[in-house]
């Protein structure tokens, strides 16, 4: 008799690189998009325009990489922390831990002499591990990793910027500010869609909530730029 294979795909083993991921693209698209608009619709010309675009490009892919890496860094800290406490009441108080171990088992639905033979058995074969998982909540698969969230949100914050960087090159002077907010909500909502997919949400709702608020970005650095414009002009 053959035994039968189960693999599975979860979404939650994609969480660690698909919130930065996600984060960091739909904040290049959106912040590059509309400070290009807003400096475009204070009535400057394309060469004006293109260099405050790459200027938020750079500081905006240092700026996210050094934010996720300070935010999960801070995160790793404590994983760490928790985790030597853990490793020194398992040394200081077996007994206990165990217990506890048993009880945590016990509150899942177990009845106490399962729970207990599971304590032992975990324990047995790795004890970090077993309070690291059922304890802390913390797994290979959750566990912090602040170098991959900042390499991540730096290089997708940059290909997201690129979009209205490229429009607006292209474009005629005139035309810059109606085609990089037109492209830029395309751009987020394709962003919307597949992030919502690859972290098995709905499409549409995931790409209409991510729209909404790039178009408010643009229509207010718009407002801001044109506001000013005039005012300086």
């Known amino acids: 008799m053959s035994r039968l294979s189960h693999s599975e795909i979860h979404m939650v083993h994609r969480i660690g690189w698909l919130r930065a991921a996600v984060l960091g693209a739909n904040d290049g698209l959106v912040s590059t998009a509309s400070l290009v608009v ?7 010309g394309k060469p004006e325009v293109l260099i405050a675009g ?3 490009l750079v500081a905006g892919a240092m700026s996210m990489a ?3 890496y300070v935010s999960v860094s801070s995160q790793t800290d404590a994983e760490n922390a928790d985790l030597a406490r853990e490793t020194r009441e398992l040394a200081e108080t077996p007994e206990a831990e165990l217990e506890e171990l048993t009880q945590i088992y016990v509150e899942r639905g177990l009845d106490r002499d399962l729970a207990e033979k599971v304590a032992v058995q975990l324990t047995e074969r790795d004890a970090l591990g077993s309070h690291a998982r059922d304890e802390l909540g913390i797994s290979e698969t959750v566990t ?4 991959q969230a900042a390499l991540v949100s730096a290089l997708t914050f940059a290909v997201g910027a690129v979009l209205p960087l490229i429009v607006a090159l292209v474009v005629p002077d005139a035309r810059i500010v109606f085609l990089v907010a037109v492209s830029t909500i395309l751009g987020l909502a394709v962003l919307g869609g597949l992030g919502a997919s690859a972290g098995g949400a709905g499409v549409i709702r995931g790409a209409a909530r991510v729209t909404l608020w790039g178009a408010l970005a643009m229509a207010a650095t718009a407002g801001v730029g044109a506001l000013f414009g005039v005012a300086v002009g």
């Not at 807003?38 to 400057?44: E, F, I």
Request: glycine residues 24%.
């Open 38 to 44: 807003g400096v475009a619709a204070a009535g400057s």
């Open 54 to 56: 790459l200027a938020g």
């Open 66 to 68: 050094a934010g996720e």
């Open 144 to 147: 912090a990793r602040p170098i």
